[in-house]
């Protein structure tokens, strides 16, 4: 299984829009912090990254996307990337995601 960024940002596009919360936590690191979109708290457990996208699953309206052009993939260190993108959702909202991740940490 291809690990890049950009397969990870497609794994979880896929997971968002399946409702799989199993393989949406299985992208996490158990010490994982997320300030979500659809929330005003953030998540820094297992557990709340759970109840979170439970909750988002359960949405029947969902659906994301990925704006190719705003997508930037910047190594910070040979084993470490940055990610950021803008995505939309069925209701227009348009959410800044960010995210990095640490090849060595899989």
């Given at each position: 299984?291809?690990?890049?960024?950009?397969?990870?940002?497609?794994?979880?596009?896929?997971?968002?829009?399946?409702a799989?919360?199993?393989?949406?936590?299985?992208?996490?690191?158990?010490?994982?912090?997320?300030?979500?979109?659809?929330?005003?708290?953030?998540l820094?457990?297992?557990?709340?990254?759970r109840?979170?996208?439970?909750?988002?699953?359960?949405?029947?309206?969902?659906?994301?996307?990925?704006?190719?052009?705003?997508?930037?993939?910047q190594e910070?260190?040979?084993?470490?990337?940055?990610?950021?993108?803008?995505?939309?959702?069925?209701?227009?909202?348009?959410?800044?995601?960010?995210?990095?991740?640490r090849?060595?940490?899989?």
């Amino acid at each position: 299984m291809d690990h890049s960024p950009r397969d990870i940002l497609d794994q979880w596009m896929q997971a968002v829009n399946g409702a799989d919360v199993e393989r949406l936590l299985n992208l996490y690191d158990p010490h994982a912090v997320l300030i979500p979109t659809f929330s005003n708290r953030i998540l820094n457990t297992p557990e709340k990254l759970r109840d979170y996208f439970e909750k988002l699953g359960s949405r029947p309206e969902l659906s994301i996307a990925l704006h190719e052009k705003t997508l930037t993939v910047q190594e910070m260190k040979s084993d470490q990337y940055t990610l950021g993108a803008f995505t939309t959702g069925a209701s227009r909202l348009t959410a800044n995601c960010s995210t990095s991740r640490r090849d060595s940490a899989m």
